[in-house]
């Protein structure tokens, strides 16, 4: 327990706590008659109103029974990007492939030609009102991918955008640079030119201007070798950056054992991972982020392992993948059910897996995640009676009120 604040800023009483906090001995870590109590942003007591230290503080919020959660994490989105794919979706319903598709101009090529094109302005307005959409429904930390540039300028404007989005909205913005998430057209057949490019000078300007908090690559037979991979990893952790990885989505070349191999914070998708690469990741600590809406919105059949890495010990985040052509999703509450229904999740492990495992899979598993002094106050405060609605209830937003560092 926190030692006694002589002062808070702010207190919630007469409320149910989720604190998600490991070892908490309940399911969810819950605390029926809980105390959050919050003092320049950060939690000084988060428990049960009979062992709270005295408080004085200049606001006492009545939660009226509600439950408050740790603000919700949302750990691997592609927010900033210019146009939709909407007409390829149709096209795709008539039965066109994505060979053919991508062969008229289609695919991630056109969210990259539309990407190009757009001002800093545009793309902004355009994220904004997705990442308005996540902060609706709770959220309170999103990670924010490039990847849509594929050019030095283009890849610098995406970043920008997305540390404007955290300069101007109430959320903590995390930044990837994913260069390295396809070939862009003027490389075709000269991957390893383009990795020249990403690893010398991109990677130096967007380290130059401070614009990513890490490193990611799409590691895949459409993508990239893992000995391209490996070599992004090399020249990112050189210049201090941690590494993501997107891995076995669509088949197995131990991309997920190789992020492991080189510290990664998470490998992402996993529908292909074997048992190898599950130890791998266990060995490191590398979170497993699954991604239903992309499963979902591209029709997979192949699940990832769940039985594996619950085995073995994996932390699960997951995370709506929000992007234009494989996962236009931007309901994290969608998320937790898609998690439940599609892979078996309990609610507890899907609602970890916003919360704290996808801080984890950020980095910030000592900021934020869990309900617990300390660490930063971000919350959720729902209008439910079991922590379980926020995964049973499909279209419906049962959030009553957002913290956001105490405010």
Same mark, same amino acid.
């Given at each position: 327990?926190?030692?006694?604040? *002589?002062?808070?800023?702010?207190?919630?009483?007469?409320?149910?706590?989720?604190?998600?906090?490991?070892?908490?001995?309940?399911?969810?870590?819950?605390?029926?008659?809980?105390?959050?109590?919050?003092?320049?942003?950060?939690?000084?007591?988060?428990?049960?109103?009979?062992?709270?230290?005295?408080?004085?503080?200049?606001?006492?919020?009545?939660?009226?029974?509600?439950?408050?959660?740790?603000?919700?994490?949302?750990?691997?989105?592609?927010?900033?990007?210019?146009? $939709?794919?909407?007409?390829?979706?149709?096209?795709?319903?008539?039965?066109?492939?994505?060979?053919?598709?991508?062969?008229?101009?289609?695919?991630?090529?056109?969210?990259?030609?539309?990407?190009?094109?757009? *001002?800093?302005?545009?793309?902004?307005?355009?994220? $904004? /009102?997705?990442?308005?959409?996540?902060?609706?429904?709770?959220?309170?930390?999103?990670?924010?991918?490039?990847?849509?540039?594929?050019?030095?300028?283009?890849?610098?404007?995406?970043?920008?955008?997305?540390?404007?989005?955290?300069?101007? /909205?109430?959320?903590?913005?995390?930044?990837?640079?994913?260069?390295?998430?396809?070939?862009?057209?003027?490389?075709?057949? &000269?991957?390893? $030119?383009?990795?020249?490019?990403?690893?010398?000078?991109?990677?130096?300007?967007?380290?130059?201007?401070?614009?990513?908090?890490?490193?990611?690559?799409?590691?895949?037979?459409?993508?990239?070798?893992?000995?391209?991979?490996?070599?992004?990893?090399?020249?990112?952790?050189?210049?201090?950056?941690?590494?993501?990885?997107?891995?076995?989505?669509?088949?197995?070349?131990?991309?997920?054992?190789?992020?492991?191999?080189?510290?990664?914070?998470?490998?992402?998708?996993?529908?292909?991972? $074997?048992?190898?690469?599950?130890?791998?990741?266990? /060995?490191?600590?590398?979170?497993?982020?699954?991604?239903?809406?992309?499963?979902?919105?591209? /029709?997979?059949?192949?699940?990832?392992?769940?039985?594996?890495?619950?085995?073995?010990?994996?932390?699960?985040?997951?995370?709506?993948?929000?992007?234009?052509?494989?996962?236009?999703?931007?309901?994290?509450?969608?998320?937790?059910?898609?998690?439940?229904?599609?892979?078996?999740?309990?609610?507890?492990?899907?609602?970890?897996?916003?919360?704290?495992?996808?801080?984890?899979?950020?980095?910030?598993?000592?900021?934020?995640?869990?309900?617990?002094?300390?660490?930063?106050?971000?919350?959720?405060?729902?209008?439910?009676?079991?922590?379980?609605?926020?995964?049973?209830?499909?279209?419906?937003?049962?959030?009553?009120? &957002?913290?956001?560092?105490?405010?």
């Amino acid at each position: 327990m926190a030692a006694e604040p *002589s002062h808070c800023d702010r207190i919630w009483v007469n409320a149910r706590l989720a604190t998600m906090a490991p070892g908490a001995g309940q399911p969810y870590g819950a605390v029926e008659d809980g105390v959050v109590a919050a003092r320049d942003g950060r939690i000084v007591f988060a428990g049960p109103r009979s062992e709270a230290p005295t408080l004085d503080a200049r606001e006492t919020v009545d939660c009226g029974g509600r439950w408050i959660t740790p603000g919700l994490i949302d750990c691997h989105t592609h927010l900033v990007y210019g146009g $939709d794919r909407a007409h390829e979706f149709e096209l795709r319903l008539q039965g066109a492939s994505y060979e053919e598709i991508a062969r008229a101009g289609g695919g991630i090529l056109s969210t990259v030609k539309a990407t190009r094109a757009a *001002s800093e302005a545009e793309l902004f307005a355009s994220a $904004d /009102r997705r990442l308005g959409a996540l902060i609706a429904e709770g959220v309170t930390t999103v990670e924010i991918k490039s990847g849509y540039g594929l050019e030095q300028q283009a890849e610098l404007k995406q970043l920008a955008v997305a540390r404007q989005l955290g300069r101007e /909205r109430p959320v903590t913005v995390r930044t990837t640079f994913l260069a390295a998430h396809a070939v862009p057209p003027e490389f075709t057949g &000269r991957s390893g $030119d383009y990795v020249d490019q990403i690893t010398g000078p991109m990677l130096d300007a967007v380290t130059a201007q401070d614009l990513a908090d890490a490193v990611d690559v799409f590691c895949e037979g459409i993508a990239f070798s893992p000995e391209e991979t490996a070599r992004v990893f090399t020249a990112a952790r050189a210049k201090g950056l941690p590494v993501k990885i997107h891995a076995e989505q669509l088949s197995n070349l131990g991309g997920a054992a190789l992020a492991a191999e080189h510290g990664a914070l998470s490998a992402d998708h996993l529908e292909y991972l $074997d048992e190898a690469g599950v130890i791998a990741m266990a /060995r490191s600590g590398t979170v497993a982020v699954i991604l239903p809406g992309a499963f979902y919105f591209l /029709r997979e059949t192949q699940k990832p392992p769940i039985d594996l890495l619950r085995k073995h010990g994996v932390a699960i985040a997951l995370a709506t993948d929000a992007n234009p052509g494989s996962s236009p999703l931007t309901s994290p509450l969608l998320v937790l059910n898609m998690a439940c229904t599609l892979f078996r999740l309990t609610p507890e492990e899907a609602l970890a897996g916003l919360t704290r495992h996808a801080a984890k899979a950020l980095g910030l598993q000592d900021e934020i995640g869990t309900l617990e002094a300390g660490k930063r106050c971000d919350l959720a405060i729902w209008e439910i009676e079991r922590p379980a609605e926020l995964a049973y209830r499909i279209g419906f937003n049962p959030l009553h009120s &957002r913290i956001w560092n105490g405010q």
